[in-house]
């Protein structure tokens, strides 16, 4: 699904930039796993917005959540008192999006600062629609 704009928890009311917001998502793979990979929006450090590659952390082990009188996985809503998000291969992740490495950011006054475009294009996220997604996304939260 490329293009969404998520806000946490499903929460439709006016969001502060306290937690990133997801502006889009993809799958990423490599011969032995499959994971989600977040475009985020969050507050700057040094300028207005930043934009960065997040994922949630692996919060246990799908196995341990198995039902054999069910036959089937039992997964709480929260594990150690964080959100369940989703299945990851063999794992359950949730909890806060982590920025996956310090590079992979940028920090911009506009959605049409070259660095917002190069940047993207390194990261090979450079869609269509996702200059838009992000001025959108800048909208909902402004």
Do not use: H
């Not at 306290?18 to 040094?46: D, F, H, N």
């Not at 794992?91 to 996956?100: A, E, I, P, R, S």
């Amino acid at each position: 699904m490329v293009g969404a704009l998520i806000l946490p928890n499903n929460d439709s009311r006016k969001f502060t930039m306290s937690t990133p917001i997801v502006v889009a998502l993809r799958e990423s793979s490599s011969m032995a796993s499959t994971w989600s990979e977040y475009l985020c929006l969050s507050k700057g450090e040094t300028k207005p917005y930043k934009l960065f590659i997040g994922q949630y952390e692996f919060l246990a082990e799908l196995d341990d959540y198995y039902d054999e009188d069910a036959d089937d996985y039992v997964v709480p809503e929260q594990i150690d008192g964080k959100a369940v998000v989703s299945f990851e291969d063999d794992y359950v992740v949730g909890g806060d999006l982590l920025q996956q490495e310090e590079s992979d950011a940028v920090e911009f006054s506009s959605v049409f600062d070259t660095d917002v475009r190069a940047w993207l294009k390194k990261i090979s996220w450079d869609g269509a629609n996702v200059l838009a997604d992000i001025e959108k996304a800048i909208t909902t939260i402004s």
